[in-house]
């Protein structure tokens, strides 16, 4: 196909409706892995637990380990791919996702397993914002992008429970180590295809023209340094407190460190010039952009907060097997992905209302499972409506905040909008995890140890709070003043973020708009 060799980004409809199925079944399919990398581990932990001596504190750490390191890296992903060629940073993410998986594969001790965790989040997080820029290049269509980043968003969901299913076939019949070779067994061939199946110029912008040195200037490495290490000091505070007890000078001070030198990365930010900022500052003065992405940090951590605590317990004090835990989750996944094709429903009403809606079916799941799941026979008239109501609030919640923080931003600034997204969703499930983790700890400590259900319950209710205070967050300042309205049609050189005023849909710059997802 010759005419591809010549792709330019004003023109991505001259790819072929089965190359662009394939690149969309690939990109999806990363983002199955990402997801699942995570999921598989739920069913796979109390195994793992066992077979390495981990405290239940270690344990949480194999899944926030790579949520810390995934949302903290997302920024400069996403500064990567607005900056240099996303089918490099795709597949180079891929690739490295597929060879750390492999490498913990082989790992039988704790310490080393959270290392290659941590890392395996840093190759993880090139391909979220790499595969959305990619996405919108290849389905320029209105209808056809908001189809593929509906679909993008449901294989999310899909791997959540395909995950816990997946774990479990191993846990039950091989081992856990087949949980990280699988992944690597999958990731090398979905490197592979792209390599081929992506054209080169498809991703590239004017910002390309420029010198190395001067693009690796714009990506911030001293701000993402910052806030990484800001991150992993509050969440190993957070998850310290509840064994050294909270007046530890030690955790005192490292909470401390932590809260300033994230002011500090703020500060920072707003002394770089124009495209240099991992976080532009304006971006947070996007109608509607700084509430969505407060309601963001909820759907992973509800998520990841129910599987982590029903799968530990269901083997852990009932003794049902890895397949019984996960069959019995299967509601969560098949919800959420029913809940995923809502996105037309953005047509018809404010996403306000929707999210609203969502927030409150998310609330009324969480107090059934605070009240109701600590008895096997409890599983049907609590634990079961629980897992319908509050999967549902959380996929449409997901969805919508998805939808409409896209619409609050600029497309120039896509690519880094979805990385701050993606972010907040991870970020919230490490940080939240590890809230819970202690407060779970700490119940049990007074109120007869993990058999008893209050430390679970207590996680609960601080869900539910968190869950409310969202839905508080929406009511008051949530404007709907830009419902249903198109983007801003500027699209500028990617290490821009200032809109310039002559700029319309017929840009020299030749980039395609991002429409209004819907």
């Known amino acids: ?6 792709l330019s980004l004003g023109e991505p409809r001259r790819l072929s409706l089965t190359r662009k199925l394939v690149l969309l079944v690939m990109f999806c399919f990363a983002q199955f892995l990402d997801t699942l990398n995570t999921a598989a581990l ?28 995934f949302s903290s890296f997302l920024l400069i992903s996403g500064r990567l791919s607005d900056v240099y060629n996303p089918k490099t940073v795709f597949i180079g993410g ?31 997080s090139m391909t979220i914002p790499s595969a959305l820029k990619l996405l919108v290049r290849v389905f320029p269509d209105p209808l056809e992008q908001a189809r593929a980043v509906g679909f993008f968003g449901g294989c999310g969901a899909v791997a959540n429970v395909g995950g816990l299913v997946v774990g479990a076939v191993f846990v039950q019949w091989a081992s856990y180590h087949w949980v990280f070779w699988y992944v690597a067994c999958a990731a090398f061939p979905v490197a592979l295809v792209c390599v081929f199946m992506i054209p080169s110029q498809i991703g590239e912008t004017s910002g390309t023209l420029e010198p190395i040195g001067a693009k690796w200037k714009t990506l911030d490495l001293v701000g993402v340094g910052i806030l990484t290490v800001a991150f992993i000091l509050f969440i190993f505070s957070v998850t310290s407190g509840s064994t050294d007890g909270w007046k530890s000078p030690m955790v005192l001070v490292l909470l401390i460190i932590s809260v300033l030198m994230v002011v500090g990365f703020f500060y920072w930010e707003t002394l770089l010039p124009v495209g240099r900022a991992a976080i532009p500052p304006q971006t947070w003065f996007y109608n509607n952009f700084s509430v969505l992405f407060a309601v963001a940090l909820m759907p992973y951590l509800w998520w990841n907060a129910v599987m982590l605590i029903f799968s530990m317990m269901w083997q852990n004090v ?118 819970s983790s202690v407060i779970e700890t700490s119940v049990e400590a007074t109120h007869g140890g993990s058999h008893d259900y209050a430390g679970r319950a207590a996680s609960f209710w601080f869900l539910l709070g968190i869950v409310a205070l969202q839905f508080i967050l929406i009511s008051i300042f949530y404007d709907r003043s830009t419902d249903h309205k198109p983007q801003p049609k500027y699209d500028g050189p990617a290490h821009s973020t200032q809109p310039s005023p002559d700029c319309d849909e017929k840009s020299d710059t030749n980039v395609t708009i991002m429409p209004e997802v819907n």
């Open 1 to 6: 196909m010759p005419p591809l060799l010549h």
């Open 94 to 124: 891929v690739s490295s996702l597929g060879v750390l998986s492999l490498c913990a594969g082989f790992v039988v001790d704790t310490i080393p397993l959270l290392v290659v965790r941590a890392i395996t989040g840093i190759a993880s």
């Open 42 to 69: 739920f069913s796979a932990i109390p195994t793992i637990e066992a077979s390495m001596g981990m405290s239940e504190t270690q344990s949480t750490w194999v899944i926030s380990a790579f949520r810390l390191t």
């Open 318 to 435: 009932f003794y049902w097997s890895a397949i019984s835990s996960a069959v019995h989750m299967l509601p969560l996944g098949i919800i959420a992905l029913a809940a995923s094709f809502t996105g037309s429903l953005s047509r018809i009403f404010s996403p306000k209302w929707i999210i609203l809606t969502s927030l409150s079916f998310c609330m009324v799941g969480t107090v059934l499972l605070a009240l109701g799941g600590g008895r096997p026979e409890n599983y049907w008239p609590y634990v079961f409506p629980a897992f319908v109501l509050g999967s549902a609030g959380v996929m449409m919640t997901f969805t919508h905040t998805n939808i409409a923080i896209f619409q609050a931003a600029p497309s120039s600034m896509s690519g880094t909008v979805g990385a701050m997204f993606n972010g907040a969703l991870q970020l919230g499930s490490a940080i939240g995890l590890a809230a």
